[in-house]
Structures are given as C-alpha cells and as structure tokens.
C-alpha cells in the first residue's frame, strides 16, 4: 500500500513539473519565436490629430491717412487688436480664425505715394516703400473726400498685398473713434475674406477629413472641379489633328509656354512643381459625331455629349510613364475638313463663346476652326499656323480653374487691380497657400490616423523602422505646420504641410505593409492544433486528476477531523 | 468684374480681346476705316449667361463647363502685345524644315520553305538637342511616353523585342534583325547616371507598364553586363560597360495587349498607311511573330555635326500560307493580313513595299501582280537582293481602284536556298535530376573562310555551372578561346555570365560543353507551374561574317531602312546576331503540399513520443495478480455449478 502511495506522489510531482516546464520555458519560447516586429509608433501623438484644431491667424495692418482720423484721435488710436472667430465644423474638428489687427498712421511717403492720381499708381509706388510678407495685408484708409478712388468704389484691392478702403460718407467729420473703429471693423473683414480666405474656402479645403452637409453642395462642386493638393502636377498641351491630309498645322508652343504659362507657374511655384509637356496626336477622333445645325451652317457639339467627347482621345493621350503625378490635359482640337467648323453649345443652346470647355479634375478642350483661312481652291494639305495668343488666353483661364485660382466674385463698390503679367497677384497666391496649407493638414491627419488604425487593427503586420520613421516625420511635420499656421507664417505652414503629406503618403502606401508576410489566424492555428492538441491534452487531464484528488483529500480529512 | 479689370490695360491688345467692355471700347477708338471690320469680328456675347450655365452645369457630379475666358485675357492680352501684329491665322507660304521625319517601310520576301517572311519597318528621327537638361519637353511625331522614358531614365539607347515562336534559320534563312523568344531588353545609360541598378529596375518596371509586359520580372537575377557582345549601335564611342544591362525573359508570351501599345507609338496609328496591314488577329496566327522597339542616338546628316533620336518600330512576322492554301502556293496582301492599302501615312517622308524577287529574275518562279516598273538592288546580309518596290507617295501605285493589293502567284517550287554562313543550336543532356550538361552548337558554313565569333551565355543560380568543365571543340580537336570573360553566380543575387571569343574553322561545327548541377529552390522560389521546367535564355552569337559581295560602306542615307540597322565599317563582312533556342530545365520538384504534411507528420511523431514518456513518468504502477489460466477458470466455473467453491 505505502509503495503505490510514493508511486502515486511522484507522478504527480512528475505531471506538476512538466506542466511547469511547459508554461515557463515553452509558452515564452513559442512566443518570442512568433512575435513579428512592430516599430515603435508615436500613438498618443496620432490620436491627438483625431481632434483637430486649427487656429489660422492673419496679420493685418491698418493705416490711418491724413483726413481719416483728427490728431487727438491718433493718440488714443490702441496700437493692436486682436479678434477671434471660432467656427466648428464637426464634433471632431474646429476652426478658430485670429485677426491681429495693428494700427498706425501713414508715413510721409506713404502719405506722398496716396496721392497720386489714380489707385493703381498708388498701388504701385505704395509696394515700392514696403514689403509684406506671405500670409500679412496692408489696408489703407483713406478719407471720404479723396479722388483717388471713383465715385461709386469703396475698396481697390491692389496686386500685391495691399488694399486702399475708402471711409464711407456718415463718416465725415467729429466721430468718436470707437465709432470709427466699429465702421471700419466689417469692411475689413470683407478685405479679409477676399483677399485671405473665406469661411467657406477653409470649410471646402477640410473636405478630406470631414463630412460636409448636402446643404452645401456649391461648395462642393466648386472645390471639385479644382485639383486636390499634391507636391507636383504635369500639365500635358495636346494638339489633336484628325485630318492630317487637309491640315498641316504648326504650333509654336514652345515660345507660348514660355510667355503664357511660365510666368504664371513661377509665380506658384511655392506651392508645386510643374511640369510641361506637349505633343502633338494624328487621326485622334472626338468620340461624339458632330451634328449638322442648318442654322448656324456649322457642327455642334451639345452640352450632353461633351462627357463622351474625350474618351476615344483619352486612350491615345497617354499617362506620365515618368512621374506619378495627376496629370492636367489641354487638347486643342481642330475639326477635320469635313466636319468644320465646329461650335460648342450650351446647355441653353447658345455657342459658347470661347468654344472651349473643361472638365473638373481633368483638363480642358478647346475646339479650333480654320476651316475659314483657307479658300475652297486650297491645295491639300494646307500649313496653317495657329494663333498660340488666342488659345493660350483659353488654356490660362482653365488652368487657373482647375489649380484653384478662383477668387469669388468681388461684392459691390469692390475693384480689383488687374492682374500684372504673371496673371495672378500676390494675394491670389496667398489664398490658395491658405487653402492649400489647411487641406495639405486635412490629408495628412487623416492619412497618418487611418495608418495608425489600420496597424492597431492588424495585430501581425510587420511594422519596420523605415515606417515608424516615416510615421514620426509626418507626425512631427504636422505639428509644425500647425504650429506655424498658428503663429501666422504662412510660408512654412504650407512648406511643412506639404513634408507631412508627403511622409504620411510614402508610409501608408510602402510596399512592406501590402505585403502577405502573414497569415490570418485561424491558419496558424490550423498549424498549431497537431502539436498543440496531443502535447496539452494529458497535461490538462492529469493536472485536473490532481485537483480533483487533493480536493477529495482535504474532504476526507474534514470527515475525520468531525 | 473682369472687365474693369482688363480696361486699365494698355490699348494694344485688342485683337485677342474677348470680353463686352473692351470690344464696345475698341468700336470707339478705332478709325472708320477698320471699324467693321473689329464690329464684324466682335461677337457679344453675354458673360453673365455663361456663368449662369456654368453654376447650373456646375450641380451635376463630374459636370462638363463651357470655359469663361473673361478671367486670364487681361494677362493674356498684356503679354500678347509684342506679337499682336501678326494676323490670326496664317496659310504658309513657305514651308518650314521639318523638325521630324517619318518613314515606313514593309519587306516582303517569299521563303523556300513556302513561308512568307513580311517585315515591317517604321522609323521616327526626332531633331532635338537631347544632352540639354530641359524641363519642358515637346513631342511632335516622337511619341511622348518613350520621350520622356529616355529623358528620366538618362537612356542613350534602348532596344525591346517581343517575340512568339522561334526563328527556323536553316529554313528561313538569316532575319534582317533577328530577337530571341520572348523579351529581350537591353540598354546603354549615358554617363552621368550614379545608381545604374536602380535606375534600370525602375526604368524595366515603367516599360512594362508602356508595353503591358512582364519585364517587371526583370531583376538582379536575369541581369548581365555583357564585356563585349553588346556594343551601343548608336553615334558615341562610350563603351565603357558599367552602362549597359542586358536581361531576357524567355518565359515571355507575346499576344495582342503587346502589339496594341506598340501599335499606339506610330504617329499615324492604325489609321493610315502600312500599320493598316496591323491587325492582331492575322499576326498572331503565324508561325513566327516579332516586334521590337529600338531607340538610339544617330548623325542628323553628313557631317554627324549634331545627333538626333532614331525610333525604329520593327515588327517581322512569318506566316504559313502553304498549309492554310489548300496547296495552291499563291499569297497576296489581302491574304495575309485581310487588309489592302490605300493611301500612306499622310506624316511619313517615304512609305514603300519591297518584295524581294531576286529568285525570279525572269518571271519563271512566280507572277507579281500589280506589275511595277521599279526595281532597286540592296545589299542584305552579305548577299546582293532585287526587289521590286512599290511607293505608295505616289498616287499611281494605288491604280484606278484605290487600293493596292499585291498578289504574288507560284509557276514552280523549284530552287535552293543559299545555306546561312552562321547557324547555332543549343541543348541540355544528362540525366536524372542532379546533374546535366549544356551543348552549344555552332556551325561555319563557309566553304573556306574561318571568322571570330562571340558568345554570349547568361544562366540562371540555379545551375550551378562547372566552368572548369568547360570544352570547346571543332573538328574533333580541341578549341581554345581568345577571350573568355566568366562571372560566377551568387544565389538569389546574380546569374552565371560567360563570354567567349572563338575562332570557327571553315565549314565545320563547334562544340561548346559545361556540366551543371541543379539547385534545390525554397518552396517559395517556384514558378506556379514547376513542373513545366525552368528557362535559361538563349545564347546570343555575335558575329562579323565574311560577306559573298562587297558592301557600300559610305551611303547609308538612300537604302532602304532594313539594310541600315547594324553599322558597318568594313566592306568585306557584314555584322549578324544568332540566337539560340532558350533552354527548358526540369529542376527537382517537391510535392507542395508537403510542408503542411511535414508539419502534421512531424507533430504526430512528437506528440506519440510526448505521450508515452509522459504516460512513463506519470502513472501510478501496481503489482496485480496474475489472472488464472483457462484451464482453471474452466474448473471453477464447472465446480461453481457443482456448488463446490472453487480453487
């Protein structure tokens, strides 16, 4: 009896030690072998971005000419003034728009340059004296009696960064100045909206990241027919020839792009790298035939079918084999012989008048007709040149379009300076920078918390450094420009946003986290059940018999103790 | 808005103006002379309408805008004014010099095997000053997608083939530019390229794009630096290697979605002109097919002061009239590729068909109808060659109805081909899966002249080359080498690169051994169909031959395109490129499966050896009493019934 006791005791000891065996030494051991690597993430950083709030602050000057306010007034004039307007979009985004508004008198110069004849002169000898900087504005004011503005006009935006504002006519004489400053206060924040940003700009510009409300389908639509954001564009001029029996056609699109197009992108480069190129297509037809409108003796094209215009073209056009960059297209389209000219109608069945027309996203089409420089007598083919002045007005005003160059319409007694031979003034340029600097953060944060998610999510992707770094970039890039947006430097907000989109958009697309380096967990376990099974079976059964017989122990013991 | 904003602008740019207020401006200060005309030319139209349409157009999702000019005239207009004196749209009189050139060429040339051998050429110069870094790039009849390949890629040539099938030289004869199954691409970097590696995977990966082709494949792996095979074909005297990549696919299979890119790069497309002839499913269903893009820098003229890109666009395709004739041996355009022509690419500078008659000079082997009067006489390969040309610039060619369709009809099928001075074939030989040996063959059919040869072998890690095994004999005897340039493999990083100069006696066959050994693969290293084998590329034999008739070395401006592709230099031989059939390896193939049976088998055998030791170490033994035999057990029962108790 004693001997089957001992016995007994030991195969205990003996079930009881390799069960310890196995949790100690085994379980670590299967799971340090298994464990993939995941790079550390600055996850509490992500999460912040989860909420955004963007504070986006504007410098702005005020000065007072001579007329405007009366010299006791100036002394109490306060030296700044801070205004903030607070707007939120959705629960998880906010925006806060800060005016720093300083005043001050004109200088003598200043004084001298304001009386010249007319506004533009003003305008123009006003930038001589000074130098803003990106993202900052200068409003003049000058008194009701000057006739440096026309009757009928309050305000003349200039082409740089500043902007002359006439006081208005209940304004004349013996105001105190907090009446003048209450009077002042909206028609700056009009020049404000105009020449920095709208509410409804920034709102468009956070399309990526929030929901908007079907209300606002307008601004949807605009926001659409312009580019998203991206750190470079390929603009792709194409000359479609379907006829080239009958036309020869040469285009000096070398020397137009580099009057036209050249000055303009100059201008932005700031917020992209361009990239050109032409080329010219043979027989590319127009998908849509033409119909034959008595009336007009001419072919149209209606508003319908421009959509199916462009895909037999499009197939020919070609992709950028050499950059991944959204590509902007402009097809100048001269209609064959037969089918010339050619008119593009509206939706009201007018011609329209350029013959031009774009699509959101995509490029634009202009329709050229020579049919009327050559006689009936020509001889076949026929070498025309094309007016590169005439198409190229077309091609710049769709370009601008479709980059988002759009100022909204100027409201009454408003004058905007015309714009000086890079086709886009500087204010202009600072607008697009305000949008594009809130969508480039838009994106990003998106991109960099969607990453994050879809790594929580996944437990066994291999997260490697190179990610992590990438990860940590954006994240600190983000941050700055949020910072710099913040502090009202436009320049390196957008420089910065533009480092975040990119960082986030290179670790989100890398190839490491596409790959199938794992497999789903039920075919791991699929694997593991034929050792797994067999080996914890007898341990689990022999460590509940122990249980259950040291129980029956103690109960045995009780009853003897009773 | 916009027009008070182009009415501060300087009065000059009237002619390009579009909006109201400028147009009722111009009525005003324009002399009575010219106003009708400005009245005439000034269309008014309302601005506003048109942004209406705009806004309501502007509702649908992807929406179609008539475009406002209105907003970019001003800047327009203002930079417009320097040259707003010319009127609008000119009628040249004279013509200006071309900046590009087109031509397009198709060769057809009856083979003795009753094969037709057509050859379609097409080449684009491009008149540009590629050295220059320049950000804006203008194509006119270059295609834009290989522009911009070649100016990313810093690329100073670049030659792609596709092939289907197999080149049959014995039968066929020499091609005028022969390619090996599948794809080949090789390529010459300029020199200013610091990561050739890199810029050549990327550049494979964007042409596999361009040509909707596997070249992605393309890797360390199947990558070469040929010493001495590959020389650049173009203008330039770099040949330092570093700058060339050599790789083929053999496993490539060619078919429509490859021809169809290629077809899109002519400047003309399939509209018009020889690539009518183009249609897939004729070419496809022939015994050999080729296309191949080639991309070099060449003189722009005589003097070769400055260079300009060539594009050539081959396609060579052999079809088997005989057997789909119902033995009658007639072919004609129609026949062959179920088109006719009727007009030439209105672009190209020349656009002509040779057929090749030198086998018929008097008209006894076979009838060409239409007849033409134009023969011309090309050197090709060492041999003198009659063609009869058709130019299709020239409307008569076309004949009263419109459409040319030159039928070729067989009197006899007599006649001998000329054997080709240069032949090689290649086999594997052994047995079992351990070990092998690869044969080259080449073979000198020249009567009495010896001639240096270079061949080139590329194969794969996974056989492993003994090179010390390496033998090349003709005639019996042992043939050494001049040169011989061999790079050994790394596994998973490069393949085997041999390269050899041998002498070919005359009329004599040389034989090239190297034994081998088979590598076992990581299960995830094979192909979805291993079992099919593995392919090592063709061997590539580069050779001057003799040549039978002297060659004109000078005047490379006037033949036809398919005679100037190899630069030749000497008079007495001419440069030919053989390749050899691609090899198929069987390798040791595992059962795939297997690693999920290793796995439960291995895990069976631990848990009944777990289960038993612990079944050793855990259980309780006892000693029991031995049970009674069955004699006994019988007894007991028996005096159970007695009532006796037992024993």
């Known amino acids: 009896m004693a001997t089957t006791e001992v016995e007994r005791r030991r195969g205990q000891l003996a079930a009881l030690s390799i069960a310890a065996v196995v949790i100690i030494v085994g379980v670590p051991l299967w799971w340090r072998t298994t464990e993939t690597y995941r790079a550390w993430l600055p996850v509490s950083q992500i999460k912040e971005f989860a909420t955004l709030q963007l504070l986006l602050s504007v410098d702005v000057e005020v000065v007072f000419s001579r007329g405007t306010v009366s010299p006791e007034q100036q002394k109490k004039v306060p030296m700044t ?13 906010a925006l806060k728009y800060r005016y720093e508004i300083r005043y001050r008198t004109a200088t003598i110069m200043e004084e001298d340059a304001l009386k010249q004849p007319t506004a533009s002169d003003a ?32 305000v003349y935006i200039g082409q740089k960064r500043t902007a002359i504002l006439r006081l208005g006519a209940q304004m004349r004489v013996g105001r105190t100045l907090e009446q003048l400053l209450a009077h002042l206060e909206p028609r700056i924040k009009k020049i ?50 379907p006829d080239p029996k009958s036309h020869r056609l040469h285009w000096d699109i070398e020397s137009a792009v580099e009057t036209y197009v050249q000055p303009l992108l100059t201008k932005l480069a700031p917020i992209a790298n361009f990239s050109i190129d032409s080329q010219t297509l043979y027989y590319a037809m127009l998908g849509v035939n033409p119909r034959f409108d008595i009336s007009r003796s001419s072919y149209t094209l209606n508003a319908e079918s421009l959509a199916h215009v462009i895909n037999p ?57 020579v049919n009327d420089v050559y006689g009936p007598e020509a001889v076949l083919p026929v070498d025309i040149n094309i007016n590169m002045a005439k198409v190229m007005g077309v091609f710049l005003a769709q370009l601008r379009l479709l980059l988002g160059v759009q100022s909204s319409s100027p409201p009454p007694g408003f004058v905007v300076a015309s714009c000086s031979s890079t086709g886009l003034a500087d204010w202009e340029l600072d607008r697009l920078m305000w949008s594009r600097s809130v969508e480039n953060v838009a994106t990003a944060t998106t991109t960099i918390t969607s990453l994050a998610q879809l790594l929580d999510q996944i437990g066994n992707i291999v997260i490697n450094d190179n990610i992590a770094e990438q990860v940590s970039s954006a994240v600190t890039s983000l941050q700055l420009a949020v910072a710099e947006l913040e502090a009202g430097n436009l320049g390196f907000a957008l420089q910065y946003s533009k480092e975040a989109i990119l960082a986030s958009e290179r670790a989100f697309f890398d190839p490491s986290l596409l790959h199938l380096l794992y497999f789903p967990d039920d075919q791991k376990f699929a694997i593991y059940i034929p050792l797994f099974l067999p080996m914890c079976v007898p341990i689990l059964l022999s460590l509940i018999k122990i249980a259950s017989d040291a129980r029956q122990k103690r109960r045995e013991k009780q009853a003897k103790k009773d | 808005m916009a027009a008070h904003r182009c009415g501060f602008l300087p009065p000059l740019f009237i002619l390009c103006a579009l909006s109201v207020l400028t147009v009722t401006w111009t009525q005003e200060t324009i002399p009575l002379g010219s106003h009708r005309a400005a009245a005439a030319d000034s269309k008014p139209t309302d601005t506003k309408s048109v942004a209406q349409t705009t806004e309501q157009l502007a509702v649908e999702q992807r929406q179609w805008e008539a475009t406002e000019v209105e907003e970019a005239t001003s800047a327009a207009a203002a930079v417009s004014k320097q040259d707003n004196s010319s009127p609008e749209d000119v009628v040249q009189t004279s013509t200006p010099k071309p900046k590009d050139e087109f031509q397009e060429e198709l060769v057809v040339r009856p083979l003795h095997s009753g094969d037709i051998y057509a050859s379609f050429q097409f080449r684009t110069l491009w008149q540009t000053d590629f050295t220059r870094e320049r950000k804006v790039s203008h194509y006119g009849l270059f295609p834009k997608s290989l522009g911009q390949v070649i100016s990313k ?104 979605e490859n021809l169809t890119p290629w077809k899109k790069l002519l400047p003309c497309g399939t509209k018009a002109g020889l690539a009518v002839l183009l249609k897939s499913e004729k070419l496809f269903h022939s015994s050999f097919y080729s296309q191949a893009v080639h991309i070099r820098p060449v003189c722009q003229d005589w003097q070769c002061k400055t260079a300009s890109w060539e594009l050539r666009q081959t396609l060579n395709v052999v079809f088997d009239l005989h057997n789909s004739g119902q033995g009658k041996r007639e072919w004609s355009l129609f026949k062959m590729f179920s088109r006719t022509l009727t007009e030439a690419c209105p672009l190209a500078s020349t656009s002509k068909i040779y057929i090749d008659v030198t086998d018929n000079p008097e008209g006894e082997q076979f009838e060409l109808s239409p007849a033409t009067a134009l023969l011309s006489q090309a050197v090709v390969l060492g041999d003198r060659r009659t063609f009869s040309v058709y130019d299709l610039t020239q409307q008569i060619t076309f004949g009263t109805v419109r459409s040319l369709n030159v039928l070729m009809r067989w009197k006899s099928s007599e006649g001998d081909m000329l054997r080709p001075l240069l032949h090689a074939e290649r086999y594997v030989a052994g047995y079992g899966l351990q070990t092998g040996e690869i044969h080259t063959l080449m073979y000198n059919n020249h009567p009495y002249r010896s001639f240096p040869v270079l061949l080139l072998d590329s194969v794969p890690w996974y056989l492993r080359m003994y090179i010390h095994t390496l033998t090349v004999t003709s005639k019996g005897k042992d043939n050494k080498p001049s040169y011989i340039h061999y790079q050994p493999s790394k596994d998973r990083v490069r393949p085997h690169l041999l390269e050899m100069l041998v002498q070919l006696p005359p009329n004599s066959v040389t034989e090239v051994t190297v034994e081998f050994e088979r590598a076992l693969l990581k299960w995830t290293e094979y192909t979805p169909d291993p079992n099919h084998g593995f392919y090592v590329g063709s061997s590539v034999i580069s050779s001057l031959v003799p040549s039978l008739v002297a060659l004109d070395t000078n005047s490379t401006w006037q033949r036809p395109l398919f005679s100037t592709f190899f630069p030749c ?79």
């Not at chain 2, 291995?602 to 079944?615: D, E, R």
């Open chain 1, 313 to 369: 073209v499009e197939a020919r056009l070609g992709s950028n084999a050499a950059s991944s960059n959204p590509v902007l297209n402009f097809l100048l389209y001269v209609p064959d012989a037969l089918h010339s000219p050619l008119h593009i109608l509206d939706r009201k069945k007018q011609a329209v008048h350029s013959n031009a027309f774009h699509s959101p996203r995509w490029g634009g089409i202009m329709v050229y007709n």
């Open chain 1, 192 to 241: 404000l909206h105009m020449m920095s940003f709208s509410h409804t700009d920034i709102t468009a510009a956070l399309s990526d990241r929030v929901r908007l409300a079907p209300g606002n389908r307008e601004n949807i639509v605009d926001s659409m027919r312009a580019f998203k954001s991206s750190p470079g564009y390929e603009i792709t001029f194409s000359l479609l020839n």
């Open chain 2, 153 to 256: 890629f810093s690329v100073r040539e670049l030659h792609i083939s596709f092939t289907q099938g197999y080149w049959r030289t014995m039968q066929w004869g020499q091609p005028f530019l022969s390619s090996p199954p599948g794809a080949e691409l090789w390529v010459w970097f300029q020199d200013t390229v610091t990561d050739v590696d890199g810029t050549w995977k990327e550049l494979a990966n964007v042409l596999s794009g361009i040509f909707c082709a596997s070249l992605n494949f393309i890797d360390s792996t199947n990558t070469v630096q040929p010493t001495a095979s590959f020389k650049p074909l173009g203008i330039g005297n770099v040949t330092d290697h570093r700058f060339l990549r050599y790789a083929t696919l053999p496993r490539e299979i060619v078919c429509t």
């Open chain 1, 81 to 93: 003034q801070t205004q903030d307007e607070e707007h939120r979009v959705d629960e998880n985004t």
């Open chain 1, 123 to 154: 305008d123009l000898s006003l930038h001589a004296l000074s130098e803003n900087p990106c993202g900052s504005l200068v409003v003049y004011v000058i008194p009701e009696s000057s006739s440096l503005l026309s009757e009928d006009v309050d």
């Open chain 2, 569 to 647: 230099k000497e008079e007495s031989s001419y440069f030919v490129r053989v390749y050899t059939e691609p090899l198929l390896v069987n390798l040791p193939t595992p059962d795939f499966s297997m690693p999920y049976n290793v796995i439960c088998l291995t895990c069976t055998v631990v848990a009944v050896g777990y289960g038993s030791l612990y079944n050793l170490l855990t259980r309780t033994f006892q000693i029991e009493e031995p049970s009674p035999g069955l004699a006994k057990r019988l007894a007991n029962i028996i005096r159970r019934m007695r009532g006796v108790p037992p024993l």
